[in-house]
């Protein structure tokens, strides 16, 4: 093996212990666009949400993003808000991300809401968590309604929503809609982080990068003989 496919195959090695492995979810991708679920928004069914659990070796949420569509009635724009929090069996339990206010367009087209958290959220193998769009920490707001896209079924979750108007607090004191009309999941991605290097695996990746230091110097040295 000579020093270039030494090196290349040093930084390879480096580069797969200090990257974290990524492990997403992504229902959008199932090769089925079933409908629209309608209707979200103001006045009354101000939350929708979907039910799911980190895939395995996950500890942390980066991001996820859930989706609108197709104007169900009322007219103009409508505010929301991107939320996630941990689910109890029944209803969500404690608060873990809010978003800033986000704004649906007036025409109803096709449209993703991104929720990038400034941390990165700790999450846990087997403990289920609600990702949820809602007006209802708003205020009033004119009537204007939208669809949320579904496909089949295809992670270990469901869709849930709350006819919550204004009331913020009830999402947290009354059990959720499950299983509504047979609805499966949402349109809903999520990006997480898996586990960072143990102490021993910071130690390998110290010394890969010794060893790609010390390849690098033997080449420029090869070169110059």
């Known amino acids: 093996m000579n020093f270039k496919t030494l090196t290349t195959a040093a930084v390879f090695a480096v580069l797969a212990v200090a990257t974290p492995a990524m492990a997403d979810i992504d229902t959008t991708g199932t090769g ?8 979200f928004g103001s006045v009354n069914t101000a939350t929708y949400g979907q039910l799911f659990t980190p895939t395995a070796g996950s500890t942390g949420l980066a991001s996820f993003s859930m989706f609108l569509r197709g104007r169900a009635g009322g007219e103009g724009t409508l505010d929301l ?19 800033d206010t986000r704004t649906m367009n007036a025409a109803g087209d096709l449209q993703q809401f991104v929720f990038t958290p400034a ?3 700790s999450v846990s193998d087997g403990q289920q968590y609600v990702a949820f769009l809602s007006v209802s920490d708003l205020g009033v707001q004119p009537q204007s309604t939208f669809g949320m896209p579904f ?3 295809s992670i270990p979750g469901a869709f849930v929503f709350r006819n919550n108007g204004t009331d913020f607090g009830d999402l ?9 009309a047979d609805f499966d999941d949402v ?3 999520a990006d997480f ?33």
């Open 151 to 153: 496909g089949p079924d």
């Open 187 to 189: 349109h809903f991605t």
């Open 119 to 121: 941390d990165l959220i």
């Open 32 to 39: 089925e666009d079933t409908d629209n679920i309608t209707e």
């Open 172 to 180: 947290f004191a009354n059990a959720w809609q499950q299983g509504f």
């Open 81 to 99: 808000r991107g939320y996630l929090a941990t689910w109890d069996g029944l209803k969500a339990g404690t608060l873990l991300y809010s978003s």
């Open 193 to 225: 982080i898996g586990a960072v290097p143990e102490p021993a695996s910071w130690a390998l990746m110290i010394g890969g990068f010794g060893l790609v230091g010390a390849a690098m110097r033997r080449q420029r040295v090869a070169a110059t003989a």
